[in-house]
């Protein structure tokens, strides 16, 4: 059964690089993606992105691909995040998921992680 | 990007009701679109996808139509367990984009 563990820093001050790893237990090798979603309190779902899962094909959200970098680690069985100079807007749950393609669709995360707070704040 | 709007924000609903849940796609999405279910707290549930098609181990009750701009999701007989947040997605293009959520409360 898949897992997906979260791990990073709750508390992130303004305009410095958030950084937050899911580590994979018991995934599949079918082709299949890597993405990161996350939810401001009380709000609803932003997809951030999402990494093939041996890297290289990467989508953004464009409202924040200036400022994103997805990677994976396959010899940990890990991919990460990176958002860079954050400020209070980016508080928010942040989950990892997996999701399945199809020809030319990503299809919808079948897989969550627990999901970590992440405050902006000084 | 494609934009999703769902309809109402929240409803109040009794056990044993029949509860709807429309979304609208800002274009044609196919029959590209996903429902979720989140719970206070907790990662959200892929309950639909393919607009139609039940994801295992989700009851029966629940179902979901439509193709194009126009969806639906119906709980045919409210449960205790199905007060939460209900959240459409749209999987058309490499921008996934999500509904507002609707949530359904206790009458």
């Known amino acids: 059964q898949l897992q997906l563990q979260q791990s990073g820093p709750g508390l992130v001050k303004p305009s410095e690089t958030l950084s937050l790893t899911c580590t994979v237990s018991?995934?599949?090798?079918?082709?299949?993606?890597w993405g990161w979603i996350r939810q401001p309190p009380g709000a609803g779902l932003e997809w951030i992105g999402s990494i093939f899962h041996t890297g290289g094909t990467v989508y953004y959200n464009p409202s924040l691909k200036s400022r994103v970098t997805l990677s994976v680690d396959t010899s940990k069985s890990q991919f990460s995040l990176r958002l860079s100079s954050v400020t209070a807007t980016d508080t928010a749950v942040y989950y990892c998921?997996?999701?399945?393609?199809?020809?030319?669709?990503?299809?919808?995360?079948?897989?969550w992680g627990q999901g970590i707070l992440v405050t902006v704040s000084s | 990007d494609i934009q999703m709007t769902q309809s109402p924000s929240s409803l109040s609903a009794s056990v044993g009701d029949r509860v709807t849940i429309t979304c609208r796609a800002s274009?044609?999405?196919?029959?590209?679109l996903a429902w979720f279910q989140q719970k206070s707290g907790k990662a959200p549930k892929s309950l639909i996808s393919?607009?139609?098609s039940l994801r295992s181990g989700v009851p029966s009750r629940f179902s979901g139509s439509g193709s194009g701009t126009d969806f639906t999701l119906t709980i045919s007989s409210l449960q205790p367990e199905d007060f939460a947040t209900y959240y459409c997605q749209q999987y058309s293009d490499h921008q996934w984009t999500f509904g507002q959520g609707t949530k359904v409360e206790v009458k």
């Open positions: 998921a997996r999701h399945g393609v199809s020809g030319y669709f990503l299809l919808p995360p079948d897989f």
């Open positions: 393919a607009a139609s």
């Open positions: 018991g995934a599949s090798t079918s082709p299949q993606y």
């Open positions: 274009q044609d999405i196919g029959n590209r």
